[in-house]
């Protein structure tokens, strides 16, 4: 299977998510650059959105990644401010969001809620930037974090994650979340030791 990006880009000339519309679609074979219209639909296996559907959810697929029958999306200028929260000022605050195989719903995969938001979301520092799953373990990353060294010491680990902005800009950051139960919990805060402006940390993960 493989993952097909409609979200803000036309890539090998295919269909285009309309604007304020993101969407990924996952697809099944091996090659995307010769289909046709009627192709890509043939072999459409899923098509999925954000959860609960917003103006706010933007750039819905700009990062994924699949283990097994766990699907990860990042989605990193989501502007709401927390899993539950109505309130939508924490501008490019970003979000992730998870999905498992299911044949009982639509498409074959149920989103699995809450979305996951970095434990004190803050504007502007792009959590979701990039996403991995493997087993029970999620790491998001958020490549504009401002924290600093100071915030994890010298392990580069902190089970608990800043509460307010640092002073180290776009120094970035990864948060891991571990499966409880039917959902996903924090689990580590994840920093360079040597954390620096512009490190951008965590704008890559395997």
Avoid at 178 to 196: E, G
């Amino acid at each position: 299977m493989i993952f097909f990006f409609t979200n803000r880009t036309n890539r090998n000339s295919q269909p285009r998510a309309p604007m304020g519309h993101p969407f990924i679609t996952l697809l099944t074979l091996a090659s995307l650059a010769s289909l046709s219209e009627a192709q890509y639909a043939a072999h459409l296996n899923a098509y999925v959105k954000p959860f609960p559907l917003a103006a706010n959810k933007k750039w819905f697929g700009d990062a994924l990644d699949i283990d097994q029958n766990t699907l990860v999306v990042g989605s990193d200028v989501d502007g709401t401010c927390g899993p539950s929260s109505a309130a939508t000022v924490c501008t490019n605050s970003g979000a992730a969001y998870v999905y498992e195989r299911d044949a009982t719903h639509v498409g074959g995969w149920a989103p699995v809620a809450p979305m996951l938001k970095a434990p004190t979301p803050l504007s502007n520092e792009r959590f979701g930037s990039t996403v991995a799953v493997s087993g029970q373990t999620i790491a998001v990353g958020a490549d504009w974090e401002w924290g600093c060294a100071g915030a994890v010491g010298a392990t580069g680990v902190s089970l608990s994650a800043p509460t307010a902005r640092g002073a180290c800009s776009n120094a970035g950051a990864a948060f891991l979340y571990t499966r409880s139960s039917a959902s996903w919990a924090f689990l580590a805060y994840v920093k360079a030791p040597n954390a620096k402006t512009s490190a951008k940390f965590g704008g890559a993960l395997a």
